[in-house]
């Protein structure tokens, strides 16, 4: 069983940056891929980002490359979140999932995760 608690969630103007920061009970860390989602009001969850168990693969959606970073700390089991160049589309609530797996192969789809955090509101103004 692995318990997510997600923080740094906040209300920014557009063109702000913001760290979000999933910590993970997992006793083992280093078996899970992890991922950042979204889900805005009255719209599906969507992936934002995901990174490898240790860090050497990434994939991005692409409403986020280029102004969001995913990043971890294995060493105090955490994954973080950094959004910069913050838009008001990128509104919504952001949760932190983990996937069982060792593999360096990404999956983007909330189905294939296995453990959710509780999320944290991320809302930007115009």
């Known amino acids: 069983q692995v318990q997510l608690v997600e923080s740094g969630g906040g209300l920014v103007q557009a063109g702000d940056s913001l760290r979000l920061s999933c910590a993970a009970s997992a006793r083992t860390f280093t078996n899970y891929a992890m991922g950042w989602f979204r889900q805005a009001s009255g719209k599906e969850r969507e992936n934002v980002a995901v990174i490898s168990w240790s860090g050497s693969n990434t994939y991005y959606a692409d409403s986020v490359k280029g102004r969001f970073t995913i990043s971890r700390d294995n060493a105090k089991n955490t994954v973080y979140l950094q959004m910069n160049n913050l838009k008001p589309e990128d509104t919504a609530v952001y949760y932190c999932?983990?996937?069982?797996?060792?593999?360096?192969?990404?999956?983007?789809?909330?189905?294939?995760?296995?453990?959710w955090g509780q999320g944290t509101q991320v809302t930007v103004s115009s």
């Open positions: 999932a983990a996937r069982d797996s060792r593999s360096t192969i990404l999956f983007s789809s909330p189905l294939r995760y296995n453990y």
